[in-house]
C-alpha cells in the first residue's frame, strides 16, 4: 500500500508554498534533466502516476499529446491539479496508483515524478506498467535515490555549531518505512535498494535505457546554499523501454 | 592512469594474509552472486582485467575455458599467479588495464572483479572493452559503490565508545581520487557516480542484464561484526551485454 500524506491539512499547505508548486517545472531542479529524456510526445497516449497539481501533465498536452490519463491518490491534489491545469485531453482521477486498473497495451509512456519512494512493492507496479504500455512504450520516473532515502532521518549529519557535516546513511539493505520530516511534518517513505529499484525492472522486462543522478547544473549552482546538493543524491531519473 | 598499490611490499604482505587471498573464492563475500551471473564459460575466450593472484582465471579453465588472458599492472601479482595458479589455457600478463590493447572482436567475456575504482578514465576502458568483445558478448564485473567510494575516508563513523555509529557519505558528484586506508596502508581510489558506471556503459553500446548490490548471504551473517555489512553497500556487480 502506498503512503498519501498529501490529504493532511498542514502537509498541503506546505507543499502550496514550495517553489516548484507555486511556478511548476521551470523551479524543479531536476526537470532540465528530465525533460531531456522524455520521447516525442505529439500523438501520444501518456499515463501520469503521482500527477500532483498536474504540471506535467499539463506538458505533455502543451507538446501535443492525444491523452493523458493523470492519476494521484489525493483527492486535494486533483482538486488543486483540475483547477489549475484544466485540458480536454487530460483526464484526472483520484486513484492510488496500486490500484489503478492499468488496461493492457494503452500507453506510449508512462511517466512518474516522486512518487513510487511512496510505494512499498515496487515490483507490482513495475509489471503493471509493463502490461499497461504498448511494445516500446517508455517508462520514465524519478525516485528518491536510495542514498536519500536511506538518509538518517533524511537529513543532513550538523556539527556543534549547526553548519552540515556530512550525508549519513544506515540499514540500507533493509528495504522497509522510513521516517522523515518533511516540510515540517512527519513523514513516511519506503526505501528501496539500487538493486530493487534498477533490477527489477530488468527482471520485469524492461531494458534500461537512461539512468540519471540528478546534480544541479551551473545555474543552479548560483542559489545560495545549492552547493550542498553536490554533496549527495537525492533524486534518480530512470528511463526503461518495454521490450 | 589506473593506481597500483600491489607491487608495494607493505600492501602486497598484507593483502597476503586476507581470507580471500588464501582460500579463494570461497571466502570472497561477493562470490555466490557473482558466480551465478557468469554465463556458460566452456570453450569461452576469457579476458580478466586485474586478475590478482589468478582465482579467477583458475576457475574459468576449470570450467572448460579455451583461453583466458588475464592482465595485472602488478609484477608481484602476476608472479604470485603463476606459481598459484599455473595453466596452460591461461595467459599471464604484467599490463595496465588502460594500455592493453585490447584485440578487435576477440573474447566472449570480459570479467574484472575489484579493480576498476582505481581506474580514473571509466569510461574509456569500457569503449575498449565493447571493441575486443565479441557480439553479444558479456561484460561483468565488481566495482566498489559509489556509496563506498563517497564514503568519509571509506571508514565508518564511531561515536565516542567506538561503536559503529553510521556510514558517512561527501562530495558524491565530484568524481575525483579519493584517500583512505586499506590494509595499514594509505590507498588512493577514483570515486564514480552511479551514473557515471552505469549510464556510460549504455552510452558505449552495452546493454544492461545485471545489476547487483553486494550483501552478505545468511550463511555469511553468522560471522561476528557481518551483521554491519547490511548497514551500507560495499560493492556493486554489473552484467552487461554488447550489442
Redo the contacts between chains.
Keep these: 500500500m502506498s503512503i498519501n500524506h498529501y490529504d493532511d491539512e498542514t502537509f498541503f499547505d506546505a507543499y502550496a508554498k514550495m517553489q516548484r508548486s507555486q511556478y511548476g517545472l521551470s523551479c524543479a531542479g531536476e526537470w532540465y534533466l528530465l525533460e531531456n529524456m522524455l520521447p516525442e510526445i505529439k500523438d501520444k497516449q501518456i499515463l501520469d502516476l503521482g500527477c500532483g497539481y498536474g504540471w506535467h501533465s499539463q506538458y505533455f498536452v502543451d507538446c501535443g499529446a492525444n491523452k493523458v490519463i493523470a492519476i494521484d491518490c489525493s483527492k486535494k491534489m486533483i482538486e488543486t491539479a483540475k483547477m489549475k491545469h484544466t485540458h480536454p485531453k487530460i483526464e484526472y482521477h483520484i486513484c492510488n496508483l496500486e490500484e489503478y486498473n492499468y488496461p493492457t497495451n494503452t500507453f506510449d509512456m508512462v511517466f512518474s515524478n516522486l512518487v513510487l519512494h511512496y510505494v512499498e512493492d515496487l515490483t507490482a507496479v513495475y509489471r503493471k506498467v509493463y502490461q499497461t504500455l504498448k511494445p516500446n512504450g517508455e517508462f520514465i520516473f524519478n525516485i528518491e535515490h536510495p542514498?536519500f532515502t536511506a538518509g538518517?532521518n533524511q537529513d543532513w549529519?550538523y556539527n556543534a555549531q549547526g553548519d552540515i557535516?556530512?550525508?549519513?546513511?544506515?540499514?540500507?539493505?533493509?528495504s522497509n518505512k522510513r521516517n522523515t520530516q518533511f516540510l515540517g511534518c512527519d513523514i513516511q517513505k519506503y526505501h528501496h535498494?539500487?538493486?530493487q529499484i534498477?533490477?527489477e525492472l530488468?527482471v520485469c522486462g524492461f531494458?534500461?535505457?537512461?539512468?540519471?543522478?540528478v546534480?544541479p547544473n551551473e545555474e543552479m549552482l548560483k542559489q545560495p546554499d545549492m552547493i550542498h546538493e553536490?554533496?549527495?543524491?537525492m533524486m534518480?531519473l530512470v528511463k526503461a523501454r518495454k521490450r
Design positions: 542514498v538518517i549529519i557535516e556530512y550525508w549519513a546513511i544506515d540499514m540500507y539493505y533493509y535498494t539500487l538493486t534498477i533490477n530488468i531494458v534500461i535505457e537512461t539512468i540519471q543522478e546534480c553536490m554533496r549527495r543524491p534518480l
